[in-house]
């Protein structure tokens, strides 16, 4: 089945610090990747995502790439700020005719500190 | 535009109580769904309707869990009767329609339920 490892937390990074959150998947044929990121209070959003191999998601200065070949989609940051303290998921569809179903990671919670 | 509302934000209750959440999704999304998010833990898929028809319910215990989407707009999520492992955010999420793959889903904020 469909699955998603991300890397366990909390991170605690210093303010302008580099972020890198790993995250791997297992599916079948070529699923679209996610990352949704849960401020303190808030519902899930999506933060960015990509469709097919060697795409580039990013927003809000997040970025990540499909790796096929590594079955990857690490998130990454160059320069954290405090307001991205959030809990950060992982997530995938697969590429199916059926209807979506989204399977997310655990979550990685990220503390940035002043 | 205005997102996916959840009622209510917090809910205590005492084991084999009962407990209902009610959901209303976006206007004009087609797709509901239901997720179970237990601390330290991923959203699960409780239950995915298409318009007011389910297509997914198949991590749903049913023996204790139901949900219904009437006319095909809001919905109810049900636990009858409630146990300490349901203690959880239950989250409800929509989209504009269920096939294809790069359909983004919006999420309310969630009921968080504590079972004691």
């Known amino acids: 089945g469909n699955s998603v490892t991300q890397m366990e937390g909390p991170v605690t990074l210093s303010e302008e610090a580099f972020l890198t959150i790993n995250c791997t998947y297992t599916?079948?044929?070529?699923?679209?990747l996610f990352w949704y990121v849960q401020y303190p209070g808030e519902g899930l959003q999506l933060l960015l995502k990509a469709t097919k191999a060697d795409d580039k998601g990013s927003n809000k200065g997040f970025e990540a790439t499909y790796r096929k070949e590594t079955t990857s989609f690490h998130l990454e940051k160059g320069s954290v700020q405090v307001s991205d303290s959030a809990v950060y998921f992982c997530?995938?569809?697969?590429?199916?005719?059926?209807?979506?179903?989204?399977?997310f990671g655990i979550g990685t919670k990220l503390q940035v500190i002043p | 535009e205005a997102g996916v509302a959840q009622s209510p934000r917090y809910k205590i209750i005492e084991k084999r109580q009962s407990v209902a959440f009610w959901c209303n999704p976006i206007?004009?999304?087609?797709?509901l769904y239901w997720y179970q998010q237990i601390l330290g833990q991923g959203p699960k898929l409780l239950i995915q309707?298409?318009?007011?028809?389910?297509?997914?319910d198949s991590q749903l215990p049913k023996d204790r869990f139901s949900a219904e989407r009437l006319k095909g707009v809001d919905s109810t999520l049900k636990i009858q009767p409630a146990k300490l492992e349901d203690s959880a955010v239950y989250l409800c999420?929509?989209?504009?329609?269920?096939?294809?793959?790069?359909?983004?889903?919006?999420f309310g904020q969630g009921t968080r339920l504590t079972v004691v």
């Open positions: 999420a929509s989209s504009l329609a269920g096939t294809g793959w790069d359909t983004e889903a919006f």
């Open positions: 309707f298409q318009n007011n028809g389910v297509v997914d």
């Open positions: 997530a995938l569809t697969p590429l199916s005719g059926g209807y979506q179903k989204v399977t």
């Open positions: 599916a079948t044929g070529y699923p679209s």
């Open positions: 206007s004009g999304h087609a797709t």
